[in-house]
């Protein structure tokens, strides 16, 4: 792990383990080309992202906080496995600071509202990683809240950084992954006066962050899968986007976490030729990665505000196929939940 991801106005890339103290890009010298803008204002062109993705009791979802400078957004978007049945939570945030903090030793990123309140918090020397909401619902969305931990010492937990091109030497992408066992309790409340609890429930999560500079417009795909095989913790992150590296074999963020080891992936190609909400496939050329995503439930968010433009598919779906670790084990599964994101973003 290098001491920092910019050194003498150059990034530093590459895949680590582990993670840095200060999880920071800025500075870089004339990223966008040979236009000689200083780094403050380039600075502002960087896109934070934290998402924290859960599967416990008979839920699955994610926690996203996006921080793209002139405006913010956290969303909590979760489905009922048995039912599909799905709950979104969304608010616009305006400009401020810093939404997304730099340190991953100790930090914590919040939404406050009457209505709306959503904190994710990490202590490493305290050994914690919380996650609280309280969302108030309306006439079709319940009362949701949640209280959900995980430790770092637990033996399954893992993590790993990556730094990529963007998609040239001049710019940079960085990201974070990890995987936590979890616990803690999920109460829908509705309107009817139906309760419904998943208390004290062991489950899994990921936790991750990502830094990049922005183009003025990307898109992409990614999915998740998240879950257990064979009676271990396993999660899978792949995505393909506008922004990859030119070097994509030696530059890449796709990680594989399977029974507290991870495995780096080569590049794949993520195709859905047949619709959106059909079947989706996932491929290298490595013969580490053979697998399809079937959708479920489909979340549509739109956002366009004069120049900003920004279409989010978020898509609950199950995972099927087989996967190498780096050992030489193969991981092959049917049913895996998963959740996919199909983007485009204007900014």
């Not at 913010?72 to 049945?85: I, P, R």
């Not at 619709?275 to 490595?286: C, L, N, Y």
Request: with cysteine; glycine share 6%; proline share 5%.
């Amino acid at each position: 792990m290098p001491n920092a991801f910019v050194q003498d106005g150059k990034p530093v890339f590459g895949t680590f383990k582990g993670h840095p103290k200060r999880f920071d890009i800025r500075g870089i010298f004339r990223p966008y080309g040979v236009v000689p803008l200083p780094t403050f204002i380039t600075n502002l062109r960087i896109k934070s992202r934290l998402v924290f993705s859960f599967d416990i009791g008979e839920f699955i979802g994610r926690i996203s906080f996006i921080d793209a400078k002139i405006a913010g957004f956290c969303e909590v978007l979760f489905w009922n496995k048995n039912t599909s049945q799905k709950f979104a939570y969304r608010s616009l945030l305006g400009p401020r600071k810093r939404l997304i903090p730099h340190s991953l030793e100790a930090a914590s990123t919040s939404n406050y509202s009457r209505r709306r309140y959503t904190r994710i918090s990490w202590n490493r020397s305290q050994n914690r990683l919380s996650v609280v909401f309280s969302l108030k619902g309306d006439s079709v969305r319940p009362l949701a809240r949640a209280a959900l931990s995980a430790v770092f010492s637990d033996s399954q937990f893992s993590e790993l950084t990556s730094v990529r091109p963007n998609p040239t030497m001049r710019r940079s992408h960085a990201s974070y992954s990890s995987v936590l066992p979890l616990y803690g309790t999920l109460t829908l409340s509705y309107k009817n006066g139906e309760t419904k609890t998943v208390s004290s429930q062991q489950g899994i999560c990921s936790f991750g962050m990502t830094r990049t500079y922005m183009k003025f417009r990307s898109h992409g795909k990614s999915v998740l899968g998240i879950g257990e095989v064979k009676g271990k913790k396993i999660v899978v992150k792949i995505s393909c986007d506008s922004t990859e590296s030119v070097d994509m074999d030696r530059y890449n963020c796709n990680v594989l976490f399977y029974d507290g080891k991870a495995t780096p992936l080569p590049p794949v190609l993520i195709s859905h030729y047949s619709g959106m909400d059909k079947k989706w496939i996932i491929q290298d050329t490595e013969n580490m990665v053979d697998l399809s995503f079937s959708p479920v439930s489909i979340s549509v968010n739109n956002i366009n505000a004069f120049l900003v433009r920004s279409l989010h598919h978020t898509i609950y779906g199950t995972l099927e196929g087989t996967l190498l670790t780096a050992d030489g084990e193969k991981v092959s599964f049917k049913s895996l939940p998963g959740i996919a994101e199909n983007y485009l973003i204007r900014l």
